[in-house]
Every structure is written in structure tokens, then in C-alpha cells.
């Protein structure tokens, strides 16, 4: 039993007898090429004093952004995101004793020429003590590909609403609402199967070659939108 207190659910809007209404849903899929890939870079450091681990952690990430930033405009962004320094203590004894510091940076960089993400992501994960996660495929928030699925969710909306009103032999007379459920999209950072690369713990010796490029295939970005709308119509003869 409900009292005058508790909020009465909102009443349906049901048609009348003149002015019949039809309620449908409009749904969009799309599968489109991403527009930009993401690569998460982090560089450690260790030594045996906190000055030390400073110094080279300062050294290779110079290192780290000096080559992103080589590969100009097909970076569109490049980020530093966490610094740490964390002591580390000796596991045995009753002082509390630091044995060796760690250092860790993290960079986000995102690329729209995915011609040049595999050589940069080989290059990068040839760096001493580099690791490389990624890349992540996205669209861009204001991509046409969203306008374009909501469109499509509508235009299926009218559609159908028409198919109905064409089964009871009479058409729409005017649109009454339109509702947008939302255009969904993947997480901006899905972790796919072998989308992770790490570098080795060591840097490659004079000696060694280049490590050749890998050969990272996109994506395929999928696209969903829904609408609920709502049409009047003209009396049917039942």
C-alpha cells in the first residue's frame, strides 16, 4: 500500500482512439578502422642510493621521450603520467636498513600514423630497463563514425514505426519523442589477447642489430546506438 508520500510512478503515454501512438526502439552496429592507438611506456631505475636511481631514471626517460618525439606528427599526444622513488628494505635484521631504490616513470603516448607504431614500439622496448603495454585502439571522442551510427539508429526507429503503421493500414502523423539511450562504445583501453609487448630487462649491445618492426594489424573499432521514439498515427479502420 502506497501513501500520498511515496512518488507515483509517471503514467505511460498511452494514445487515444483519435490519435493512436506507436512506440519503438532504433538500434545501429558499426564496425569501422580506429583513428588512434595508445602505448603505455614505463621506465625503471635501481640503485644502490637514492641519487643514483634518480640520475638514470632522469637519464632514460629523456631517452624514452627524445625518440617518441623523433617521430613527429604522427604523435599526436604525449604524456607523463606517475614518478616514484621507493626505497627498499633489507629483508633481514632488526634495523630498518634501505638495501636499494627504485625508480619508475610512466609515459602515455598516442599515435594516429599506424605505419610508424611498430617501429616505435620495437624501438622503445630495445631501451634499457623499458617496458612497453599496448597499443590500444580507439576512436576519437568527436569521430564521425558516432554521428553516423546514431543516424542509422534513428532512420531504423522511422522505419520500423513506418512497418507497423503499414501493417494497420494507416501512417505516422507526427513524431511525439525521441529518446537517446546512448552510443556505447568499447572501453577507451581494451586489453586484447598478445596486445602486451615488454622490453627485455637489459639494453642490446653494440653488436647487436635492430630488432626488425613488428607488424601491429588495428583493431576494427564496433559502434553501438539505441533510440526509443515514440509516433502518432492516423486511426487505423480495424
Not at 133 to 152: C, E, I, M, T, V
Amino acid at each position: 500500500m502506497t501513501t500520498a508520500h511515496e512518488p507515483q510512478p509517471p503514467a505511460l503515454p498511452y494514445g487515444t482512439p483519435d490519435a493512436p501512438r506507436i512506440a519503438v526502439r532504433g538500434q545501429a552496429h558499426l564496425e569501422v578502422d580506429p583513428e588512434i592507438a595508445r602505448i603505455g611506456i614505463t621506465v625503471t631505475a635501481r640503485g644502490r642510493d637514492r641519487r643514483t636511481a634518480l640520475d638514470d631514471l632522469t637519464r632514460r626517460n629523456t631517452t624514452a621521450l627524445d625518440l617518441i618525439k623523433t617521430y613527429g606528427d604522427a604523435v599526436e599526444r604525449l604524456e607523463t603520467g606517475a614518478f616514484s622513488i621507493t626505497p627498499e628494505l633489507t629483508k633481514h635484521g632488526r634495523a630498518e636498513r634501505i638495501r636499494t631504490y627504485h625508480g619508475r616513470v610512466h609515459i602515455t603516448a598516442e599515435l594516429t600514423d599506424f605505419t610508424a607504431l611498430g617501429e616505435l614500439t620495437t624501438r622503445l622496448a630495445d631501451l634499457d630497463l623499458t617496458r612497453v603495454d599496448g597499443p590500444w585502439w580507439a576512436l576519437r571522442p568527436d569521430s564521425p563514425a558516432h554521428r553516423k551510427a546514431r543516424q542509422q539508429a534513428v532512420h531504423e526507429a522511422v522505419q520500423r514505426a513506418r512497418e507497423y503503421a503499414d501493417a494497420l493500414g494507416t501512417t505516422l502523423t507526427a513524431l511525439v519523442e525521441l529518446a537517446d539511450t546512448g552510443a556505447e562504445n568499447p572501453p577507451p583501453y581494451p586489453q586484447a589477447p598478445g596486445g602486451r609487448m615488454r622490453s627485455v630487462a637489459y639494453a642490446a649491445s653494440a653488436e647487436d642489430t635492430a630488432a626488425a618492426p613488428l607488424d601491429l594489424e588495428p583493431q576494427r573499432q564496433h559502434i553501438h546506438a539505441q533510440v526509443n521514439a515514440r509516433f502518432t498515427m492516423a486511426p487505423p479502420r480495424l
